[in-house]
């Protein structure tokens, strides 16, 4: 007879896990009482919470597990830049970053094993989807993280700000993606400010009017594009929300939460979307919105299709965007030594589907 799987309690939230003890007769501040051992202290081992009841520990140990997915191989850059391939199951594995910078540590986490996205130019959509990521294995990246960087409260803190940026899109795991992000903000947890932690999207209008909703954080939106012809084919999801509906989305995000921060993400591709003119597109789209513009130099992979912009090139469409007043910075190209980069992180992905498949079928689920 198989014996009961256990349940992951890396899989909940504070509130998810004062539910949890509910139901097994304990009363609820043991779940801050377990969030302060896993996520401050990076204990997983029920014998070694030492402030818990034998009896409470025999019963976790019987019932529960705390199971942070497994790290395969760490890379080191030469500028710094960590990248952790993590297995999640028996056919897949995702990849996770951390970038130093200074007194900044930002660490890029993945949300789905895969991508249905299809986006041209990046190198995850490239190796299929299989499936979406649990919360346990949202947050046992960062669990992970920092225990690999030495992240304790006597050390101090290395991983500064966390940005759902890794592979997949996380608002078509809305479910999973907001009880980690929640994980992240709270006090007894990781207990980042809601600045510190960006979700990034290709444009899943109806997603984005959830989060402004159950999870406010910076939003950083995928755009790549001033027109929905181009962005149609840089970025297909543009077919279901296009444009307007985006930035229309984006204006009620702002209006619901006037302190989240929303930049636009721009990959500058040689002759394809660099030039002054789409520049002076670009502002047009972003009047009345607070917008802070990101250029991120392509970073380009194996039968990628498309060329970097020139140097010049990035640098006249950004003096052109500050000249009207966008903050606008270039993102340094970090860690494509170790194929780290921006676009770049490909992990391994089983049970691929068609396309047009995957991107419907992760679509209709999540929302």
Partial sequence: MTAPALTNLLDYDATGLAGWFAEHGERGFRATQIIK??????????????NLSRALRDMLATQSEIRPPEIITERLSQDGTRKWLMRVDNGNSIETVFIPEGERGTLCVSSQVGCPLDCAFCATARQGFSRNLSTAEIIGQVWQAARALGQTPKLGRHITNVVMMGMGEPLLNFDNVVPAMRLMLDDHAYNL???????????????????????????????????????????????????AELLAACKRYSSANPH????????????????????????????????????????????????????????????????????????????????????????????????????????????
């Fill in 193 to 243: 400010a809601r600045k510190r932690v960006t979700l990034s999207t290709a444009g899943v209008v109806p997603g984005i009017d959830k989060l402004a909703e159950h999870c406010p954080v910076s939003l950083a939106i995928s755009l790549h594009a001033t027109n929905d012809e181009l962005r149609d084919r840089l970025v297909p999801i543009n077919r279901s929300y296009p444009i």
């Fill in 260 to 367: 989240a921060e929303i930049t636009f993400e721009y990959v500058m591709l040689k002759g394809v979307n660099d030039s002054l003119a789409e520049a002076k597109a670009l502002i047009r789209l972003l009047q009345g919105l607070p917008a802070k513009v990101n250029l991120i130099p392509f970073n380009p992979f194996k039968d990628a299709g498309f060329e970097r912009s020139e140097d010049t090139a990035i640098n006249a469409f950004r003096e052109r965007l500050q000249r009207s007043g966008i903050v606008t910075v270039t993102r340094k190209t970090r860690g494509d030594d170790i194929a780290a980069a921006c676009g770049q992180l490909v992990g391994e992905v089983q049970a691929k589907a068609r396309r047009h498949q995957r991107r419907a079928a992760a679509t209709e689920e999540t929302l």
């Fill in 37 to 50: 051992w896993v996520h401050q202290q990076g204990v997983i081992q029920f014998d070694q919470m030492s």
